[in-house]
Nanobody
Framework: QVQLVESGGGLVQPGGSLRPSCAAS????????MEWYRQVPGKQRELVAG???????KHADSVKGRFTIPRDSTNNTMSLQMNSLKPDDTAVYYC???????????WGQGTQVTVSS
């Protein structure tokens, strides 16, 4: 069974930085896409950024230029370097692993990120 564990969330002031990470364990088959989502109460879960097993990355328009998935992410671990944080970034951040072949999809429990003065 695949397990995803997010960590590294917390409280940060506007303009600050945070770097949560997602650690995946179990048998992970390629190709896959590993992604960060975020969600606030009453709103739809939003795709933030992702990386494929082929090394391709993507970022939502709302975080381009501020968030990035570090290129040194390895050993089934995906980080999210968040810079210039804004209050609107406050959300629970979830890790998602999509095994392309077979359509298997896994979610972590999420980590809270709060941006506030």
């Amino acid at each position: 069974q695949v397990q995803l564990v997010e960590s590294g969330g917390g409280l940060v002031q506007p303009g600050g930085s945070l770097r949560p990470s997602c650690a995946a364990s179990g048998t992970i088959f390629i190709p896959y896409v590993m992604e960060w989502y975020r969600q606030v109460p009453g709103k739809q879960r939003e795709l933030v950024a992702g990386i494929s097993s082929g090394g391709n990355t993507k970022h939502a328009d709302s975080v381009k230029g501020r968030f990035t998935i570090p290129r040194d992410s390895t050993n089934n671990t995906m980080s999210l370097q968040m810079n210039s944080l804004k209050p609107d970034d406050t959300a629970v951040y979830y890790c998602n692993l999509n095994i392309i072949r077979g359509g298997r999809d896994y979610w972590g429990q999420g980590t809270q990120v709060t941006v506030s003065s």
